[in-house]
């Protein structure tokens, strides 16, 4: 497995901004500039994606509209990790066909996880004959050329060969946000849970370099970013692939070490990587928000194997002991699967246990979905979906106890809190988050949006806090 990573030369990527000028001079010779919509399915990964899509746009001369009658491009950024997310993508990839029909110049792009799929490249080359572009996450560094090609030649471009990944710097962004930030640190993943579908359409492990990521961490330091997440599949094995090894542990310590007014976070970690020195590193790091994402899937040590998780259920247990020791006030939440091909409702129960060991603070909990091509499809699944769904009802109704119970303990504490949105709740002026990273519907001056501000927690429920500025 050992690799360095490749780097795609500088001046290709020059190139690919070259191909954006000569866009942007046919764009100026219509008029006024030409809008796009950037529609994006998935994780945060494919969010700091479409940042660099619409980086790349704006380059273009295009601005945004999320009306697709209006778009001149349209992109669907997607996400194949469960059937829910493809079905999602395939009905508005599908009903795009008769917006198109009013607007016969419009291009429209699939990109992603999906496009990646060469299952769904081919159901969109025969189904869906009104996409023109094609592209996996691999060549999105090239976007330029292809919608040069297509507005100057017409015809279908489809690209998304198996690849095991490269990394391209330099690539303009447009970020959604003012205060929060999201940093990709590495991409892909090599570790091959037998459930999941991102190795294969993300390629193998590969790293940024130290130095190019705490550039974009200082730049966003000085233009007042208050909340910068650090992404990977597994921030947790960052640096193996580098020329000079380092490890996560080291960068994390690096980026709390840049000047500026910020918490720093992380996802995704995994178990097995995740290490005593990297609790130690974010307990004496008063940058690194107090919060861990620890994915445990399952807590039944066979059910586990079969995931290819790589560790037990007491070897997860300890390293949350561990954690808790050091910063005891942490916050915790995790993924899990239920209904995992062959899990039977005792195995499950093992679930549960971790559950009321740990008392995690949030979850994100999902029903096992198979995907083409990975190994748990092909395992024999007995269990009705009436089963897997009445064991999924007895974890959400066991953590949202916890969470309500958790939530409770912040009432009558004042918490410094950075004022992050508008509240959509009209009794509540914004919404603020914890340095763990919890909601707070918050009453006081909408002056304070985008600042780190002391609010008082007067109420909770099972999903977040209330509280009023202090
Ligand atoms: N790299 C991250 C997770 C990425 S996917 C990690 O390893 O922690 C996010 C979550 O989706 C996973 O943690 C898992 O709980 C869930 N997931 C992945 N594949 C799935 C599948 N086939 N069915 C149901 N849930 C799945
Ligand atoms: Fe998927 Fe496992 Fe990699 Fe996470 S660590 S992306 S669950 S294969
Ligand atoms: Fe989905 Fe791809 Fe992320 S499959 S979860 S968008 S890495």
């Known amino acids: 497995m050992e690799r360095i990573t490749t780097t795609i030369p500088q001046a290709e990527v020059d190139r690919q901004l070259q191909y ?8 100026a010779d219509r008029g006024e500039a030409p ?51 493809e079905q999602r993508v395939l009905g508005n990839l599908g009903a795009l066909v008769h917006v198109k029909r009013r607007n016969p110049e419009q291009i429209i792009c699939l990109c992603g996880c999906m496009a990646q799929e060469a299952h769904v490249a081919e159901k969109v080359r025969q189904s869906f004959r009104h996409v023109d572009l094609v592209f996996g996450p691999h060549v999105l560094w090239k976007f330029p050329e292809y919608i040069h090609t297509l507005l100057t030649q017409r015809g279908r471009i489809f690209s998304n060969a198996d690849d095991p990944g490269s990394i391209a710097e330099g690539i303009p962004v447009v970020r959604q946000d003012k205060v929060k930030a999201w940093v990709s640190i590495m991409y892909g993943c090599n570790n091959f849970c037998s459930y999941c579908i991102v190795p294969y359409v993300r ?29 990977g599949q597994n921030v947790n094995s960052y640096g193996k692939d580098l020329e000079e090894p380092m490890d996560f ?9 840049i000047p500026g007014d910020f918490l720093v976070r992380f996802m995704t970690s995994h178990p097995k990587d995740a290490t005593h020195k990297l609790f130690e590193t974010m307990a004496r790091c008063e940058k690194v928000a107090p919060v861990l994402h620890l994915p445990f899937q399952a807590g039944n040590d066979r059910v ?72 748990a499809a092909k395992m024999d699944d007995p269990m009705p979906r009436e089963e897997k769904l009445a064991n999924f009802n007895r974890l959400v109704a066991l953590q949202d106890a916890i969470s309500e119970e ?26 603020a988050r914890t340095p763990g990273n919890r909601l707070v519907r918050v009453t006081g001056d909408r002056e304070a949006l985008g600042q780190f501000r002391d609010v008082k927690i007067t109420g909770a429920n099972k999903w977040s806090l209330f509280g009023e500025l202090a």
């Open 406 to 431: 958790k939530h409770a303990a912040y009432i009558g504490k004042t918490v410094r809190c950075l004022l992050d949105g508008v509240s959509d709740d009209p009794r509540y002026d914004l919404t």
């Open 249 to 257: 542990a080291d960068l994390l310590e690096q980026v709390n070490a």
């Open 35 to 85: 809008l796009a919509f950037v529609d994006t399915y998935g994780c945060q990964q494919n969010e700091a994606d479409s940042e660099r899509i619409r980086g790349y746009l704006r380059q273009m001369g295009y601005d945004f509209t999320t009306d697709e009658e209006q778009a001149r491009i349209i992109v669907l950024n997607t996400c194949a990790i469960r059937e829910h997310a």
């Open 203 to 231: 390629g193998r492990e590969r790293s940024r370099r130290p130095e190019d990521i705490l550039a974009e961490v200082r730049q966003l330091a000085e233009e007042g970013y208050h909340d910068i997440t650090l992404l």
């Open 304 to 375: 586990l194997k079969v995931m290819n998780r790589r560790h037990t259920r007491a070897q997860y247990l300890e390293k949350i002991r561990d954690l808790k020791s050091l910063i005891p006030d942490i916050v915790l939440t995790s993924d899990i699967i239920v209904g995992f091909p062959g899990e039977t409702t005792e195995e499950f129960e093992d679930t549960l246990k971790v559950l009321e060991e740990v008392r995690f603070d949030a979850l994100f909990t999902f029903i096992y979905s198979p995907r083409v091509g990975t190994p």
């Open 20 to 27: 954006c000028r000569e866009i942007a001079r046919m764009n």
